[in-house]
T-cell receptor, first 113, second 113 residues
Framework: SQKIEQNSEALNIQEGKTATLTCNYT??????LQWYRQDPGRGPVFLLL?????KEKRKERLKVTFDTTLKQSLFHITASQPADSATYLC????????????FGAGTRLAVHP | DAGVTQSPTHLIKTRGQQVTLRCSPK?????VSWYQQALGQGPQFIFQ???????QRGNFPDRFSGHQFPNYSSELNVNALLLGDSALYLC????????????FGNGTRLTVT
């Protein structure tokens, strides 16, 4: 069955450093992958989408890579700030899948001043 | 422009009861998906509605049912509640396009005692 794995342990980093979160998937061939941010008690908020023919996507301090050979996506936050502390979810998707997204369990990021 | 709104925000029910959760999608969106999120887990896909029909369904029993109205709003019904149904129920709306990002509401926190 399809499986999505994200770092189960919380990621603690110092303010100003780069945070790198990993999303691995198996038994799945997604055409694109979306990343979301979720704060406690709130719904997820869409951040970035990367398609299978794109190696890298950037938006301000965010960067996402997508390696279909390794079946992996990396999510980077550069110059991290305490306000970046949240849980980050990855969600691969398929063309023709009617946007039915399957989410990973998420990685909790804590940025310390 | 209102985003996705869900009601109620919190709900406490007794095992065996029935519950109805409501969702109004973001303006312009025609597709509504429902997710269940247990504590510390990622959202799990329940089902998706488009043009008032259930288009896709996740691995949830028939106790979970839904409806979409002509104005695109939606309801999620759960019958014969179990303790294990306690979770955050998220509604997400989107356009009917394969990779359209999901816009989530802040969810309904259901507690079954």
């Amino acid at each position: 069955s399809q499986k999505i794995e994200q770092n189960s342990e919380a990621l603690n980093i110092q303010e100003g450093k780069t945070a790198t979160l990993t999303c691995n998937y198996t038994n799945y061939s997604p055409a694109y992958l979306q990343w979301y941010r979720q704060d406690p008690g709130r719904g997820p908020v869409f951040l970035l989408l990367i398609r299978e023919n794109e190696k890298e996507k950037r938006k301000e301090r965010l960067k996402v890579t997508f390696d279909t050979t390794l079946k992996q996506s990396l999510f980077h936050i550069t110059a991290s700030q305490p306000a970046d502390s949240a849980t980050y979810l990855c969600a691969p998707g398929r063309v023709g899948g009617y946007n039915k997204l399957i989410f990973g369990a998420g990685t909790r990021l804590a940025v310390h001043p | 422009d209102a985003g996705v709104t869900q009601s109620p925000t919190h709900l406490i029910k007794t095992r065996g009861q029935q519950v109805t959760l409501r969702c109004s999608p973001k303006s312009g969106h025609d597709t509504v998906s429902w997710y269940q999120q247990a504590l510390g887990q990622g959202p799990q896909f329940i089902f998706q509605y488009y043009e008032e029909e259930e288009r896709q369904r996740g691995n949830f029993p028939d106790r979970f049912s839904g409806h979409q109205f002509p104005n695109y709003s939606s309801e999620l019904n759960v019958n014969a509640l179990l303790l294990g149904d306690s979770a955050l129920y998220l509604c997400a709306s989107s356009w009917d396009r394969g990779d359209s990002p999901l816009h989530f509401g802040n969810g309904t926190r259901l507690t079954v005692t």
